[in-house]
């Protein structure tokens, strides 16, 4: 079994699989609205579901991390919006802040490489900055990000229809 998630392990037995293991995968996805009809957590439900499938098909040790929900959708506006209710976000500042103290434990358990998995359109600008703000911080360690479209795609066909 390549990929393993982080939630599986004890901490003896993380530590016994670190040791084989360089490489951890995070999701970067959001919570906000898609319709009145799809969840809020739309984005990471269908991007966890699509990182399971890819993980799977992995050969080389993986450790996957879970999904970080709060991402960049403030750009709909802090005040509460009748038209988008449920937006839950944080700003650029906040989201670098837990990603340099998560990819620090990182480093510090011995991994090598960082897979930012963004399933939010809304990161997807940010997220390179935020990986080589990361290498910058921590020059032991490679920031790789990746933003799957089809994520948005199923999203989107889902709430056909959906006026903002």
């Known amino acids: 079994m390549p990929a393993r998630y982080?939630?599986?392990?004890?901490?003896?037995?993380?530590?016994?699989?670190?040791?084989?293991?360089d490489t951890a995968v995070i999701g970067l996805?959001?919570?906000?609205?898609?319709?009145?009809?799809?969840?809020?957590?739309?984005?990471?439900?269908?991007?966890d579901?699509?990182?399971?499938?890819?993980?799977?098909?992995?050969?080389?040790?993986l450790v996957i991390l879970p999904t970080i929900p709060y991402a960049l959708v403030?750009?709909?506006?802090?005040?509460r919006n009748p038209v988008y209710p449920g937006i839950i976000g944080v700003t650029e500042d906040t989201l670098f802040r837990q990603f340099r103290d998560i990819?620090?434990?990182?480093?510090r358990d011995g991994f090598r490489k960082l897979l930012i998995y963004n399933m939010h359109?809304?990161?997807s600008m940010y997220a390179?900055?935020?990986?080589?703000?990361l290498e910058r911080e921590y020059p032991?360690?490679?920031?790789?990000?990746?933003?799957?479209?089809?994520?948005?795609?199923h999203v989107k066909q889902h709430s056909s229809g959906y006026s903002r």
């Open 6 to 21: 982080v939630e599986t392990f004890s901490s003896p037995e993380y530590q016994r699989f670190v040791q084989s293991c």
């Open 29 to 47: 996805a959001s919570i906000e609205t898609h319709g009145p009809h799809l969840s809020l957590c739309a984005d990471p439900l269908v991007g």
């Open 49 to 61: 579901a699509l990182l399971r499938k890819a993980a799977d098909r992995v050969e080389g040790n």
């Open 74 to 79: 403030l750009h709909h506006g802090n005040r």
């Open 103 to 107: 990819a620090g434990c990182l480093v």
């Open 121 to 123: 359109g809304g990161n």
């Open 128 to 133: 390179p900055t935020l990986a080589h703000s």
């Open 140 to 153: 032991e360690l490679c920031c790789f990000t990746c933003f799957i479209p089809a994520v948005t795609k």
